[in-house]
């Protein structure tokens, strides 16, 4: 199979294998089957979560590329067509990374040849609106580079929620969502619900109230639809655990009780028996400069049972890590509990895992659910190893590696290191330390992400050349833990720049995590010349001069983060992610834009999903789930669109 299926702007599509499908027992398949059916049927509510605005965009964008009578072989059709792709990309009409909003590439007066050429008898407006009205309240918000500029903004300047244009909050300020769960938090203990996670807030008649999401409730409907596939679903379960969460979990959509989330996310870190496994409901909270709000997604999956060798030999010596780690005993787990490990093949992408997919999860988010029970951890397989296929020879390793022994050590251990750093990331990074009584990791405010990522980040990087690898049989030598180290440092000192439009500093937690850990690593040890910036034909380049001293440096750092974290220290996180991971350096930047224009090549990549079909007898049992990889990107956003459109694009219903 073909993995590239095509570029537009700085985007390109992929598509992943789903390798063994067809050799999985009918009862396994009819299970993925109904619970991909879930993953999907809530996309709307992603999309409307990001921008009030979005359904309605999107409804207007694709009903013109359907039905519009022009020429279509213009250049400006396939200007508007690369737009039309980058909002299904970005599940709206702001950058699915940057977060600002993505420019029309087009003039409104080809948007306005564009409505007055298509039909539009069949399409429906919200009610008691005038459609001129419509169209122009949808012209001004597509064109008007002042409404709805960055969905998420993390300037501590400025109040985070009246410069951020999700939908999570409406005419509420910073100060007072602040101030109302935590209250709801201070009422409580330890072991408190995670306020907010699934309502939007919102203040009417001066009064703050929620609007839970819930059956019934805000996205009732696209809620109604994943019930009814999760209740397919459960004639097909594995085991009674499987059993029990779903319906949990169904309860939980039911009602909106986030105990009954806590609840079902218990049964899910315990039942590790099940090949299938699946994440579906409001999970992380990226998508909240507040970090309160979760974000829809979903993914169904099934265990690649020899490559969760590895993952395990981590799980099972998770104690030996957390006892091994250089950071403080007092934030350190004397038992840890509960983790365990596997790595899968993704089986379908829903939500906010789709077109762009995390390469690893660790779940769930609930920091006391976690230290009491534990975590499950991924690592995507089929999806590391899409990204792998298509590196291959692209250019972009030979353009930006200093060494030709740094481009053969990549080629020989990169994608075992990379994966390995994942495992290590996700299984115990996430995992490992702890929290003082009383601190709330929402302490932290809109910079706990960062920190979070950060701290996962180092974990992996300080033992991925730890002897105690090679003894566990993870790693063939210490090369592997090199060709990391060279990777994560070319990326989060030069590389990742090429996603930054020029003039612009870093604004995705991932992202200036990334840089944090580089630039600090890299001040820290300029006086021993651990890292450097070498120059060749006016070309920079990233050099380690000592292995050994740069592992040490992130066990420093390592150390600090977490003391950081547990001790919930807001203004020393604050110091750290603005003074590292933020600013960018003009002049460097500038030379990357220009070497990676050349080589031509989009900097972010997201996924098709396969098609899955299911056969059933004549009497309507199933008989058999056909998967193919023919559909091409257009029609598989149109079909989504038609075919789990749930919700209304008026958004304030």
Same mark, same amino acid.
């Given at each position: 199979?073909?993995?590239?299926?095509?570029?537009?702007?700085?985007?390109?599509?992929?598509?992943?294998?789903?390798?063994?499908?067809?050799?999985?027992?009918?009862?396994?398949?009819?299970?993925?089957?109904?619970?991909?059916?879930?993953?999907?049927?809530?996309?709307?509510?992603?999309?409307?979560?990001?921008?009030?605005?979005?359904?309605?965009?999107?409804?207007?964008?694709?009903?013109?590329?359907?039905?519009?009578?022009?020429?279509?072989?213009?250049?400006?059709?396939?200007?508007?067509?690369?737009?039309?792709?980058?909002?299904?990309?970005?599940?709206?009409?702001?950058?699915?990374?940057?977060?600002?909003?993505?420019?029309?590439?087009?003039?409104?007066?080809?948007?306005?040849?564009?409505?007055?050429?298509?039909?539009?008898?069949?399409?429906?407006?919200?009610?008691?609106?005038?459609?001129?009205?419509?169209?122009?309240?949808?012209?001004?918000?597509?064109?008007?580079?002042?409404?709805?500029?960055?969905?998420?903004?993390?300037?501590?300047?400025?109040?985070?929620?009246?410069?951020?244009?999700?939908?999570?909050?409406?005419?509420?300020?910073?100060?007072?969502?602040?101030?109302?769960?935590?209250?709801?938090?201070?009422?409580?203990?330890?072991?408190?619900?995670?306020?907010?996670?699934?309502?939007?807030?919102?203040?009417?008649?001066?009064?703050?109230?929620?609007?839970?999401?819930?059956?019934?409730?805000?996205?009732?409907?696209?809620?109604?639809?994943?019930?009814?596939?999760?209740?397919?679903?459960?004639?097909?379960?594995?085991?009674?655990?499987?059993?029990?969460?779903?319906?949990?979990?169904?309860?939980?959509?039911?009602?909106?009780?986030?105990?009954?989330?806590?609840?079902?996310?218990?049964?899910?870190?315990?039942?590790?028996?099940?090949?299938?496994?699946?994440?579906?409901?409001?999970?992380?909270?990226?998508?909240?400069?507040?970090?309160?709000?979760?974000?829809? $997604?979903?993914?169904? /999956? #099934?265990?690649? =049972?020899?490559?969760?060798? *590895? +993952?395990?030999?981590?799980?099972?010596?998770?104690?030996?890590?957390?006892?091994?780690?250089?950071?403080?005993?007092?934030?350190?787990?004397?038992?840890?509990?509960?983790?365990?490990?596997?790595?899968?093949?993704?089986?379908?992408?829903?939500?906010?895992?789709?077109?762009?997919?995390?390469?690893?999860?660790?779940?769930?988010?609930?920091?006391?659910?976690?230290?009491?029970?534990?975590?499950?951890?991924?690592?995507?397989?089929?999806?590391?190893?899409?990204?792998?296929?298509?590196?291959?020879?692209?250019?972009?390793?030979?353009?930006?590696?200093?060494?030709?022994?740094?481009?053969?050590?990549?080629?020989?251990?990169?994608?075992?290191?990379?994966?390995?750093?994942?495992?290590?990331?996700?299984?115990?990074?996430?995992?490992?330390?702890?929290?003082?009584?009383?601190?709330?990791? $929402?302490?932290?405010? /809109? #910079?706990?992400? =960062?920190?979070?990522?950060? *701290? +996962?980040?180092?974990?992996?990087?300080?033992?991925?050349?730890?002897?105690?690898?090679i003894k566990l049989g993870l790693v063939p030598s210490p090369e592997a833990a090199k060709a990391e180290f060279d990777a994560y440092l070319r990326n989060g000192l030069i590389t990742q720049l090429t996603r930054i439009e020029q003039g612009k500093n870093i604004e995705e937690s991932h992202m200036r995590n990334r840089q944090l850990i580089s630039c600090w690593v890299f001040e820290a040890g300029k006086a021993q010349n651990v890292v450097e910036f070498i120059y060749s034909d006016g070309k920079t380049f990233v050099r380690i001069n000592d292995y050994q001293a740069?592992?040490?440096?992130?066990?420093?750092?390592?150390?600090?983060v977490q003391r950081i974290k547990s001790e919930g220290d807001l203004e020393a996180a604050r110091n750290l992610v603005e003074n590292f991971g933020v600013k960018v350096d003009r002049q460097l930047h500038e030379e990357i834009l220009v070497r990676f224009k050349k080589i031509d090549i989009a900097p972010y990549a997201g996924f098709l999903n396969p098609v899955y079909e299911l056969k059933t007898w004549p009497c309507g049992t199933p008989n058999d789930v056909l998967i193919r990889y023919d559909e091409d990107y257009i029609s598989q956003m149109l079909r989504y669109?038609?075919?789990?459109?749930?919700?209304?694009?008026?958004?304030?219903?």
């Open positions: 199979m073909n993995v590239f299926v095509e570029k537009f702007a700085d985007l390109k599509i992929l598509r992943y294998s789903v390798p063994g499908f067809e050799n999985l027992d009918l009862k396994k398949k009819i299970y993925i089957y109904y619970l991909s059916q879930a993953a999907l049927s809530g996309r709307d509510i992603l999309w409307d979560q990001n921008n009030k605005n979005n359904l309605a965009i999107r409804s207007v964008l694709e009903n013109i590329w359907k039905t519009y009578k022009g020429k279509r072989d213009t250049q400006d059709f396939k200007l508007f067509e690369i737009y039309l792709k980058r909002v299904w990309f970005s599940n709206g009409i702001h950058h699915h990374y940057s977060t600002e909003k993505i420019p029309a590439g087009f003039s409104v007066s080809y948007f306005d040849e564009l409505i007055d050429r298509s039909k539009w008898w069949s399409f429906k407006i919200p009610s008691g609106v005038k459609f001129k009205a419509f169209i122009a309240e949808i012209r001004d918000i597509i064109f008007n580079p002042e409404r709805e500029k960055k969905r998420v903004s993390l300037d501590s300047e400025k109040d985070l929620l009246h410069s951020s244009s999700n939908n999570y909050y409406h005419d509420v300020e910073q100060s007072e969502a602040e101030k109302f769960y935590g209250d709801l938090k201070a009422s409580v203990g330890k072991e408190s619900v995670s306020f907010g996670l699934n309502s939007t807030l919102v203040k009417e008649s001066g009064q703050l109230s929620e609007k839970v999401w819930k059956l019934g409730g805000k996205y009732g409907k696209a809620i109604e639809q994943i019930i009814f596939w999760l209740n397919q679903a459960l004639n097909y379960t594995e085991n009674d655990l499987q059993k029990k969460y779903i319906g949990t979990l169904i309860q939980y959509y039911t009602t909106g009780d986030l105990a009954l989330f806590d609840e079902y996310s218990i049964d899910w870190v315990k039942e590790l028996s099940g090949e299938v496994d699946f994440v579906n409901g409001f999970i992380e909270v990226y998508g909240d400069p507040l970090g309160i709000k979760g974000s829809w $997604e979903s993914i169904v /999956n #099934y265990k690649d =049972t020899e490559a969760t060798k *590895r +993952a395990t030999i981590l799980s099972e010596n998770a104690q030996w890590f957390e006892d091994h780690s250089p950071v403080d005993p007092e934030f350190k787990k004397t038992e840890v509990k509960g983790v365990s490990a596997k790595v899968i093949n993704v089986a379908i992408l829903g939500g906010d895992c789709y077109p762009a997919t995390p390469i690893g999860i660790n779940l769930p988010n609930s920091e006391w659910i976690r230290e009491k029970y534990g975590s499950k951890s991924v690592t995507i397989e089929n999806i590391t190893q899409a990204y792998f296929l298509d590196s291959m020879n692209n250019g972009m390793l030979e353009e930006f590696a200093g060494s030709m022994e740094e481009i053969e050590r990549a080629k020989k251990f990169g994608y075992l290191a990379g994966n390995l750093h994942t495992d290590l990331h996700e299984c115990l990074g996430h995992g490992s330390g702890k929290v003082k009584d009383g601190v709330n990791t $929402e302490a932290l405010k /809109n #910079y706990y992400s =960062t920190i979070e990522e950060t *701290r +996962a980040d180092l974990f992996a990087l300080y033992y991925i050349m730890d002897e105690q690898l740069l592992r040490i440096l992130f066990g420093k750092l390592l150390k600090e669109s038609k075919e789990f459109g749930f919700l209304p694009i008026d958004s304030n219903r």
